[in-house]
Structures are given as C-alpha cells and as structure tokens.
C-alpha cells in the first residue's frame, strides 16, 4: 500500500519560515520525481517544486528563491523549506510521487499565513 504523509504544517507569521517534510511507504522511493504541490480555498490546486529522481530541482516562478526542495533516498522523505512566507502562501501542500504512469497523492498539510 502506497501512502505519503505529510507534516510539518501550521500557522505562522508573515515573514516566517516552516519546514514541511513527506514520508514516503510502499514505493521504490528513489525512481519517483518527488513533488509539492500547494492549492489555496477556492483556487486550482498549483505547482511548487520538484526533485527528480536524477536529482534535478525545479520550481514554480512564485518561489523567487524563497523556498528549498530536497529528498533523502535512504530515508524516504522529501522536504520543503519555506521562508519569507506571505499571505499568498496560505494553503494546503501535496506531496506528490510521480512514475512513468504512477501518480501518487498525500492527503496535504495545511499552511496559514496570519499575524
């Protein structure tokens, strides 16, 4: 049974930083591009960053060098360090596991941006 779980999740303060991490089971972790994701209320999910499995990173425009993707193959997990947060940034964050024809979800984390 595939799962991705996700935390690192909460509220912080315009200007702050998080760190959210995905723990990865049932996969072969290290041949999956390793996704987050992120979708806002009312608003289509969207695109953050990706690690591939060949270890290339990529990131959405909005980043602006904000944020950090990173995976750790021995230990299944993926992260996203997130600083200079804004309200824009409020959202719920998927990590996502991609395959050839594998796609695979975590149930997301919530972000809240407030002060």
């Known amino acids: 049974q595939v799962q991705l779980v996700e935390s690192g999740g909460g509220l912080v303060q315009p200007g702050g930083s998080l760190r959210l991490s995905c723990t990865a089971s049932g996969i072969a972790f290290r041949r999956y591009d390793m996704n987050w994701y992120r979708q806002a209320p009312g608003k289509e999910r969207e695109y953050v960053a990706t690690y591939t499995s060949d270890y290339f990173r990529n990131y959405a425009n909005f980043v602006k060098g904000r944020f950090t993707i990173s995976r750790d193959n021995d230990k299944n997990t993926m992260s996203l360090q997130m600083n200079s947060l804004g309200p824009e940034d409020a959202a719920v964050y998927y990590c996502?596991?991609?395959?050839?024809?594998?796609?695979?979800w975590g149930q997301g984390t919530q972000v809240t941006v407030s002060s």
């Open positions: 996502n596991a991609r395959w050839n024809s594998e796609d695979y």
